[in-house]
């Protein structure tokens, strides 16, 4: 189609910009409030249009120069051109709008951040090499952007970025650094002896014994989920515990490797669950808490089993459609949902508001500065 004329107007879920086009409206990859843009539209259905900037005719006020070279490029931080404290208001906006326009949830969102650690934040990343480029996917393929160093990266992920490309590495790793000691540990399907030789704390699915280390108490498994920042998973785990306060007794579903319960007060009775067998045992270990491997079915039975104070959950992007109705009838007190995805956790809520159940806090925490991806917790009572 021959190129058009756009403004944005406002920002979706997702970080996309969005305008309108004869009416119709459009989302545009990197357009921010206030821009007027030349673009080209690369997709359409009877509902909305996307399309892809060809020039930039009037930058937004909140338009800024990215501190990474590859911004446009990598499908990393999509919000690199988004100024301070701009990001902070749109994803606190669009926390509480999401809620709202599909939970049914008319709340404010309170805003947790620390700004001291917006670049250099992240520990964990993956990193993925052809022998000869190394670095991060392109947006929407899987072209590899060669990389020599991510602004966003902790700089013992950024050494170890180097030191992958030494090896000429092939294929996927995930790795994960310890940001106050001296493992990094390095996660791969497939065995590779260069790999293992230059790094001790490298695994694969077949390795029984996972290198771990210690952070705050919890135990950080390698090949199991973690925060993508440790340092910034400490906001979080503070803002989690204010919301839990000190019941008598803890259900923590989707526990993975204690990361929310295990610092509690040891007279508060845990009881933890999760698909991953390998985090579990690790939660276990620390003799803080009862901490089981089991799925929603098991979940489903453990809450409809026992009172229980609070029950805290922490599930994936995906949500917990799957338990529910089980949850909204459960004998507890207070609910405290923590999610990274507005939207499934908009509709979880709504299931369980519908019940009788409602929002008494809700707190959007910004884990993943220059992209538009934002926690959310909530507390819920009856």
């Given at each position: 189609?021959?190129?058009?004329?756009?403004?944005?107007?406002?920002?979706?879920?997702?970080g996309?910009?969005?305008?309108?086009?004869?009416?119709?409206?459009?989302?545009?990859p990197?357009?921010?409030?206030?821009?007027?843009?030349?673009?080209?539209?690369?997709?359409?259905?009877?509902?909305?249009?996307?399309?892809?900037?060809?020039?930039?005719?009037?930058?937004?006020?909140?338009?800024?120069?990215?501190?990474?070279?590859?911004?446009?490029?990598?499908?990393?931080?999509?919000?690199?051109?988004?100024?301070?404290?701009?990001?902070?208001?749109?994803?606190?906006?669009?926390?509480?709008?999401?809620?709202?326009?599909?939970?049914?949830?008319?709340t404010?969102v309170?805003?947790?951040?620390?700004?001291?650690?917006?670049l250099?934040?992240?520990?964990?990343?993956?990193?993925?090499?052809?022998?000869?480029?190394l670095?991060?996917?392109?947006?929407?393929?899987?072209?590899?952007?060669?990389?020599?160093?991510?602004?966003?990266?902790?700089?013992?992920?950024?050494?170890?970025?180097?030191?992958?490309?030494?090896?000429?590495?092939?294929?996927?790793?995930?790795?994960?650094?310890?940001?106050?000691?001296?493992?990094?540990?390095?996660?791969?399907?497939?065995?590779?002896?260069?790999?293992?030789?230059?790094?001790?704390?490298?695994?694969?699915?077949?390795?029984?014994?996972?290198?771990?280390?210690?952070?705050?108490?919890?135990?950080?498994?390698?090949?199991?989920?973690?925060?993508?920042?440790?340092?910034?998973?400490?906001?979080?785990?503070?803002?989690?515990?204010?919301?839990?306060?000190?019941?008598?007794?803890?259900?923590?579903?989707?526990?993975?490797?204690?990361?929310?319960?295990?610092?509690?007060?040891?007279?508060?009775?845990v009881?933890?669950?999760?698909?991953?067998?390998?985090?579990?045992?690790?939660?276990?270990?620390?003799?803080?808490?009862?901490?089981?491997?089991?799925?929603?079915?098991?979940?489903?039975?453990?809450?409809?089993?026992?009172?229980?104070?609070?029950?805290?959950?922490?599930?994936?992007?995906?949500?917990?459609?799957?338990?529910?109705?089980?949850?909204?009838?459960?004998?507890?007190?207070?609910?405290?949902?923590?999610?990274?995805?507005?939207?499934?956790?908009?509709?979880?809520?709504?299931?369980?508001?519908?019940?009788?159940?409602?929002?008494?806090?809700?707190?959007?925490?910004?884990?993943?500065?220059?992209?538009?991806?934002?926690?959310?917790?909530?507390?819920?009572?009856?």
């Amino acid at each position: 189609m021959n190129p058009t004329t756009i403004q944005i107007d406002t920002l979706a879920h997702g970080g996309n910009g969005i305008g309108r086009i004869e009416g119709q409206v459009c989302f545009v990859p990197y357009g921010l409030p206030g821009d007027t843009l030349q673009v080209r539209i690369v997709r359409q259905t009877k509902s909305a249009l996307w399309a892809e900037i060809d020039t930039v005719l009037e930058a937004s006020p909140h338009r800024t120069r990215s501190a990474c070279p590859h911004f446009g490029t990598c499908g990393g931080c999509t919000w690199g051109h988004l100024d301070y404290p701009t990001q902070a208001e749109w994803k606190q906006r669009i926390a509480r709008d999401t809620l709202a326009h599909m939970g049914g949830i008319d709340t404010e969102v309170a805003w947790i951040e620390d700004p001291s650690l917006r670049l250099a934040y992240r520990t964990r990343a993956e990193f993925h090499g052809d022998g000869k480029a190394l670095g991060f996917y392109a947006r929407g393929s899987h072209q590899i952007v060669d990389v020599e160093a991510c602004p966003l990266c902790h700089r013992k992920l950024n050494t170890t970025l180097r030191q992958l490309r030494d090896i000429g590495l092939k294929g996927t790793v995930t790795v994960t650094a310890n940001p106050e000691g001296e493992e990094v540990m390095v996660w791969t399907k497939f065995t590779q002896r260069r790999l293992k030789h230059r790094f001790p704390l490298a695994d694969t699915p077949k390795d029984e014994r996972r290198s771990r280390f210690l952070l705050d108490g919890v135990p950080i498994v390698n090949g199991t989920f973690s925060q993508s920042s440790l340092l910034l998973n400490r906001l979080l785990v503070r803002e989690a515990h204010a919301m839990i306060g000190k019941p008598v007794s803890l259900l923590d579903l989707y526990c993975g490797n204690g990361n929310l319960s295990l610092g509690l007060h040891e007279k508060i009775r845990v009881v933890g669950m999760d698909h991953n067998r390998t985090a579990v045992k690790a939660a276990k270990a620390r003799h803080r808490g009862d901490y089981r491997p089991g799925d929603e079915a098991k979940m489903r039975k453990l809450l409809r089993k026992d009172e229980w104070d609070t029950v805290l959950l922490d599930p994936p992007r995906t949500g917990a459609k799957e338990i529910m109705e089980t949850l909204a009838a459960a004998h507890a007190r207070a609910i405290v949902y923590v999610s990274c995805d507005p939207a499934t956790l908009a509709r979880d809520l709504k299931i369980l508001c519908a019940a009788g159940w409602r929002v008494t806090q809700a707190k959007a925490i910004d884990m993943f500065p220059y992209t538009p991806h934002v926690e959310t917790l909530c507390r819920l009572e009856r």
